[in-house]
């Protein structure tokens, strides 16, 4: 997929169901490779401003390592330290930034502020999540599936918790490759019924299905993958009190485990408030898949840098 060159990663919508299974199995090929100790360096002398107005583990660590084992250079950047903290325009901080690197990824709260980054930058521009979208997130979720299941066509992933961006972007990216993907939350925390509708619609031409509901036992049972996030997201810490109590019951334990298949995975994009979304039990148990999932951002990430920026 050449045509992958230059682009944006905004949101696995504007990827055809081809180019998200080309990045996956490039995905896979890069993780074999370092496994292998194969040198790897496709993008030598290659730059990656990274940009941060959150927090992050898994995003920066492995966006940072794998722009390191392609050979080229990743740089980090808080708000704080750039002028963009001062009042500089997204706009001029794109065309400035577009003059020195080969590529950007940010992580910051509004998603149109990323899109107006994508639109007067001349380099490709990755989301690392977003108030709406967590899409380097959702393309590691399917790459760590396919890996455990050997398939992804028909499966049932449900997701438990709030219809968030993580959720967005798994429904998206779930349409796309043929998951049928139920997001069961409590009343009140329904994802974007936009998202919904295009989700749908992305469904309906690859043979799966997009569903919502607030009956938690009925979308575990049969599920081939049960999915969690925090119940309170970045920038919800006001609202944290009041999500404990609409989400109490919103838990992947084991009971709730036991109405699944009996060889359904686990995952949780991380990090998690164990004891609230997830027990100690199912996150530390043999069907869950959370630290492979969380390794797979790596390998998922330098197939979506190798194919933009190479
Ligand atoms: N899952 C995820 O994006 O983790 P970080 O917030 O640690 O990057
Ligand atoms: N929904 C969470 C995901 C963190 C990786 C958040 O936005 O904080």
């Known amino acids: 997929a050449g045509s992958l060159k230059g682009r944006d990663f905004l949101s696995l919508k504007d990827f055809s169901r081809e180019e998200i299974f080309y990045l996956l199995d490039l995905a896979d090929d890069l993780k074999a490779?370092?496994?292998k100790r194969?040198?790897?360096?496709?993008?030598?002398?290659?730059?990656?401003?990274?940009?941060?107005?959150?927090?992050?583990?898994?995003?920066?660590?492995?966006?940072?390592?794998?722009?390191y084992q392609l050979g080229g250079y990743p740089l980090f950047l808080t708000k704080d330290d750039l002028q963009l903290g001062r009042g500089e325009t997204i706009a001029d901080t794109a065309r400035v930034l577009s003059r020195?690197?080969?590529?950007?990824?940010?992580?910051?709260?509004?998603?149109?502020?990323?899109?107006?980054?994508?639109?007067?930058?001349?380099?490709p521009v990755i989301n690392g999540?977003?108030?709406?979208?967590?899409?380097?997130?959702?393309l590691a979720d399917i790459m760590t599936i396919?890996?455990?299941?050997?398939?992804?066509?028909?499966?049932?992933?449900?997701?438990?918790?709030?219809?968030?961006?993580?959720?967005?972007?798994?429904?998206?990216?779930?349409?796309?490759?043929?998951l049928n993907v139920t997001i069961a939350?409590?009343?009140?925390?329904?994802p974007m019924p936009q998202v919904v509708e295009e989700a749908r619609r992305i469904a309906a031409g690859n043979g799966c299905q997009i569903a919502v509901t607030n009956n938690i036992k009925e979308a575990a049972e049969g599920a081939d993958i049960l999915y969690t996030d925090v119940w309170a997201s970045m920038g919800q810490e006001d609202e944290a009190e009041k999500r404990r109590q609409a989400f109490r019951k919103y838990q992947i334990n084991s009971e709730l485990l036991?109405?699944?298949?009996?060889?359904?995975?686990?995952?949780?994009?991380?990090?998690?408030?164990?004891?609230?979304?997830?027990?100690?039990?199912?996150?530390?148990?043999?069907?869950?898949?959370?630290?492979?999932e969380a390794e797979n951002r790596l390998h998922a990430h330098k197939a979506i840098m190798v194919a933009l920026m190479g």
């Open 33 to 35: 490779k370092l496994k």
């Open 100 to 123: 020195y690197l080969d590529g950007i990824m940010i992580r910051t709260y509004s998603h149109r502020e990323v899109e107006e980054l994508a639109e007067y930058a001349s380099i």
């Open 129 to 138: 999540l977003t108030d709406f979208l967590h899409p380097t997130q959702a």
């Open 258 to 292: 036991k109405l699944a298949k009996p060889d359904a995975m686990v995952l949780h994009c991380l990090p998690a408030h164990r004891g609230e979304e997830i027990t100690d039990e199912v996150m530390d148990g043999p069907q869950s898949a959370v630290f492979d």
């Open 38 to 67: 194969e040198p790897h360096p496709l993008l030598a002398g290659k730059t990656l401003g990274m940009i941060f107005t959150k927090r992050s583990t898994r995003t920066r660590v492995s966006f940072e390592v794998g722009m």
């Open 146 to 178: 396919r890996e455990w299941k050997g398939k992804l066509q028909g499966l049932n992933l449900t997701f438990i918790g709030d219809g968030n961006n993580v959720a967005h972007s798994l429904m998206y990216g779930g349409a796309k490759v043929g």
């Open 185 to 190: 939350c409590p009343s009140g925390y329904e």
